[in-house]
């Protein structure tokens, strides 16, 4: 049988084991998993699987996947990762239980909404710890929850923070006393209990293992750790987990020996750049059938004895070195997070699932 390529393979039984894992570890202390299916681009054979191992939560920074996922019949409270745009208020209320807020007048439009179609929508208060991405400034958490609980078919079940995205901040134990902090002080004021309070990501990994107490965090929002087996301060593998539940294929397309330096006068590349190359003498060099559209070249690794080039939008190049690769063959390659959500979310990149008889493309297409 002929297989396709490109082609991402998802070992399911992988992801399955990881999740357990992941889900054991993190309750030994008391906190709870929110998955996070951004980075498969809401597959609904992983959103399953996952659901199947206890999580009771997934997260998406997409209306679109979560509803794919409830359209195939995913059993979870869905959870809207990003702050909700005003012009889409009223389908995340359909759509989301559960949505991550930071500006009120986005709060009233779903309480609107919330209202007309007769349902209660959740919200979690996010709150700038210091990553600058999403978040009420601390000073402006209580004011905003003063006028929160007045609107009609809003429920603020509880507040997080965000660490180790766009700043790199680290959720350490004095980020995570400060935020339980502030989550107690709320409560008290406004007579409140929070039920959920998030305190990162697959980041706070390390927080975790060395933290003696948790404090009141309760949640955290794990995806990488999840599909990559790693933690994502300095993507270090997390012992007893796969790495690799992840593959890329990609067919070779063309192999010749050539310089190792373009010659001819030079301008920029498709990128933008202006390329600088060291002249290595004569190379053997192999195209594969993948690119920047597709992924960029930084996030992939050859689990070959091979060093990438570079990429266009469609070629990847490859040193092919002692290889002996030859046109026709499959060059696998091993993925970070940013390749696999690339990857994922591509209709150029066929999907594959192995490991598990209870999973097909089938199964749970949405159609």
Same mark, same amino acid.
């Given at each position: 049988?002929?297989?396709?390529?490109?082609?991402?393979?998802?070992?399911?039984?992988?992801?399955?084991?990881?999740?357990?894992?992941?889900?054991?570890?993190?309750?030994?202390?008391?906190?709870?998993?929110?998955?996070?299916?951004?980075?498969?681009?809401?597959?609904?054979?992983?959103?399953?699987?996952?659901?199947?191992?206890?999580?009771?939560?997934? &997260?998406?920074?997409?209306? %679109?996947?979560?509803?794919?996922?409830? %359209?195939?019949?995913?059993?979870?409270?869905?959870?809207?990762?990003?702050?909700?745009?005003?012009?889409?208020?009223?389908?995340?209320?359909?759509?989301?239980?559960?949505?991550?807020? !930071?500006?009120? /007048?986005?709060?009233?439009?779903?309480?609107?909404?919330?209202?007309? %179609?007769?349902?209660?929508? /959740?919200?979690?208060?996010?709150?700038?710890?210091?990553?600058?991405?999403?978040?009420?400034?601390?000073?402006?958490?209580?004011? !905003?929850?003063?006028?929160?609980?007045?609107?009609?078919?809003?429920?603020?079940?509880?507040?997080?923070?965000?660490?180790?995205?766009? =700043?790199?901040?680290?959720?350490? %134990?004095?980020?995570?006393?400060?935020?339980?902090?502030?989550?107690?002080?709320?409560?008290?004021?406004?007579?409140?209990?929070?039920?959920?309070?998030?305190?990162?990501?697959?980041?706070?990994?390390?927080?975790?293992?060395?933290?003696?107490?948790?404090?009141?965090?309760?949640?955290?929002?794990?995806?990488?750790?999840?599909?990559?087996?790693?933690? !994502?301060?300095?993507?270090?593998?997390?012992? =007893?987990?796969?790495?690799?539940?992840?593959?890329?294929?990609?067919?070779?397309?063309?192999?010749?020996?050539?310089?190792?330096?373009?010659?001819?006068?030079?301008?920029?590349?498709?990128? =933008?750049?202006?390329?600088?190359?060291?002249?290595?003498?004569?190379?053997?060099?192999?195209?594969?059938?993948? =690119?920047?559209?597709?992924? &960029?070249?930084?996030?992939?690794?050859?689990?070959?004895? &091979?060093?990438?080039?570079?990429?266009?939008?469609?070629?990847?190049?490859?040193?092919?070195?002692?290889?002996?690769?030859?046109?026709?063959?499959?060059?696998?390659?091993?993925?970070?997070?940013?390749?696999?959500?690339?990857?994922?979310?591509?209709?150029?990149?066929? /999907?594959?699932?192995?490991?598990?008889?209870?999973?097909?493309?089938?199964?749970?297409?949405?159609?």
């Amino acid at each position: 049988m002929i297989r396709p390529t490109p082609r991402i393979e998802v070992d399911l039984s992988k992801v399955a084991y990881n999740a357990k894992r992941i889900i054991e570890l993190y309750r030994s202390k008391g906190i709870e998993i929110m998955g996070v299916t951004k980075g498969v681009g809401g597959c609904a054979e992983i959103a399953h699987l996952l659901c199947e191992q206890g999580i009771e939560m997934l &997260a998406d920074t997409k209306l %679109q996947n979560l509803k794919k996922m409830k %359209q195939v019949g995913v059993k979870a409270a869905f959870v809207l990762l990003r702050t909700p745009s005003l012009s889409e208020a009223a389908a995340v209320v359909r759509v989301a239980d559960i949505s991550m807020n !930071t500006e009120l /007048k986005v709060m009233e439009a779903l309480s609107a909404a919330a209202v007309e %179609q007769k349902l209660v929508h /959740k919200v979690i208060l996010m709150v700038e710890m210091g990553d600058l991405r999403e978040g009420l400034m601390p000073a402006d958490l209580e004011e !905003t929850i003063r006028a929160g609980i007045l609107l009609e078919g809003i429920k603020i079940t509880g507040i997080g923070a965000n660490f180790a995205c766009f =700043g790199g901040i680290r959720p350490n %134990q004095e980020k995570m006393i400060e935020l339980s902090m502030l989550a107690e002080r709320m409560e008290a004021k406004f007579s409140l209990s929070f039920s959920c309070i998030t305190g990162g990501n697959s980041g706070n990994y390390h927080w975790f293992t060395a933290a003696d107490d948790t404090a009141k965090i309760n949640n955290l929002r794990i995806g990488e750790s999840i599909y990559l087996g790693c933690e !994502t301060l300095d993507r270090e593998e997390i012992p =007893g987990l796969y790495t690799d539940a992840f593959t890329l294929y990609a067919e070779v397309i063309e192999v010749k020996t050539k310089p190792s330096k373009p010659y001819g006068d030079a301008g920029q590349d498709v990128a =933008g750049n202006y390329p600088q190359f060291e002249d290595e003498g004569l190379m053997r060099r192999a195209i594969v059938a993948v =690119g920047s559209q597709d992924a &960029a070249a930084a996030g992939l690794k050859p689990k070959i004895d &091979a060093d990438i080039l570079g990429s266009s939008s469609d070629h990847l190049i490859l040193n092919a070195k002692s290889t002996g690769l030859t046109v026709g063959e499959e060059v696998a390659f091993q993925l970070n997070y940013s390749a696999l959500l690339s990857l994922m979310t591509s209709s150029y990149i066929s /999907k594959t699932y192995i490991g598990s008889e209870n999973f097909s493309d089938e199964q749970y297409s949405a159609g």
